[in-house]
């Protein structure tokens, strides 16, 4: 549709060729064949427009090679999805969901620094051979211990929070990113619109009345009541 409408201004000089050759035509005599081959250009034209259309679809889904000869489909537009709906199916975007792995590596990465951080204490027990003054045989006495680190020099604090910050700032991160791919949505879904009215445009007026007047017109040329320029018009 974009193409359609940028075609006059982009066809300007074709336009005033097809005039010159008309009018030229009509002096000598060769008006039909001559009108015929402007049309022939303008059919050629068209088709490598639209190969190159079929062309750029079919990048679409990968296919670079081989386009589509045909395309069938139904001009009337699907019902306009509502933008809310929309933008709540964007949590399950790509660059949404790897927030998701992000969050859980940095939530281990704060589990261990935190392990790092508790002071763990030590249990310890054991069988220990004594003698005693005068006692050439000694003896045996079981022995136990409890032993608990002391923070003098470090207790890993400055990691642990440095961990929590880093977890604390992907939020923000995130958001940032759905903020984005909102705004991005929203020129989208603008387009979006503005075509899906226009083809509902064309489809309930246009389109009906362009073909039903190209119908009366053959007709009327079949029945000598229109010329040949009536009919290329």
């Given amino acids: 549709l974009d193409g359609e409408r940028a075609a006059p201004g982009s066809n300007t000089e074709a336009n005033v060729a097809a005039s010159s050759v008309f009018a030229l035509a009509a002096l000598d005599g060769k008006g039909p064949a001559a009108c015929f081959a402007v049309a022939r250009a303008e059919v050629a034209r068209a088709e490598r427009e639209a190969e190159g259309a079929r062309r750029a679809l079919a990048a679409l ?3 670079t090679t081989d386009p ?9 537009p699907v019902p306009l999805p509502p ?13 949404l969901l790897r927030f998701a792995a992000e969050a859980a590596r940095r939530d281990a990465v704060v589990g261990v620094e935190r392990a790092a951080y508790r002071l763990t204490p030590t249990v ?3 069988i220990r ?6 006692d050439d045989g000694g003896g045996f006495g079981i022995v136990a211990g409890v032993g608990l680190p002391l923070p003098v020099f470090t207790r890993n604090s400055d990691a642990a929070q440095a961990a929590v910050e880093r977890r604390a700032a992907l939020d923000p991160e995130r958001d940032a990113v759905r903020d984005s791919l909102v705004s991005v949505l929203a020129l989208a879904y603008g387009r979006l619109a503005a075509a899906h009215d226009e083809v509902a445009i064309l489809s309930g007026t246009a389109v009906p009345g362009a073909l039903d007047a190209a119908s009366k ?4 040329y ?3 009541r229109f010329g040949i320029l009536d009919v290329l018009d």
């Avoid at 051979?129 to 005068?134: E, K």
């Fill in 68 to 76: 589509p000869e045909a395309l069938a489909g139904a001009l009337m």
């Fill in 217 to 220: 017109v053959a007709e009327g």
């Fill in 222 to 224: 079949g029945l000598g």
């Fill in 61 to 63: 889904w990968g296919a």
């Fill in 129 to 134: 051979r004594y003698h005693a003054p005068g």
């Fill in 124 to 126: 310890s027990a054991g």
């Fill in 83 to 95: 933008f809310a709906s929309l933008v709540d199916d964007l949590d399950g975007a790509p660059e």
